[in-house]
């Protein structure tokens, strides 16, 4: 019988990532916490459209991208990472 970290459901040795919450007022409160100034911070983008980026406060510094892991998304990466290695 396998150990699991009760919170996070991993096996030890194991890399698992750990959903974060992933509203800029959390992700605001995290990064000022841990140092970073105020005048950074993050933001909502609606779309990548030329309009809806005129509405992102500027200047932008990054964009973290994020989008639910699906098993389709799960089957490809590991398909793609087997194709990798073969090569």
Sequence with gaps: ??????????????????????????????????????????????????ELLTMVAQPVQALVFLFPLTDKYEEDRRREATSSANT
């Excluded at 009760?6 to 959903?19: D, E, H, I, R």
Aim: charged residues 20%; aromatic residues 4%.
């Design 1 to 50: 019988m396998s150990q699991t970290n009760s919170a996070t459901g991993a096996q030890p040795g194991k890399l698992q990532w750990v959903p974060l919450e992933s509203s800029p007022e959390a992700m605001n409160r995290v990064i000022h916490r841990l140092g970073v100034d105020a005048s950074a911070g993050f933001s909502d983008v609606l779309g990548l459209d030329e």
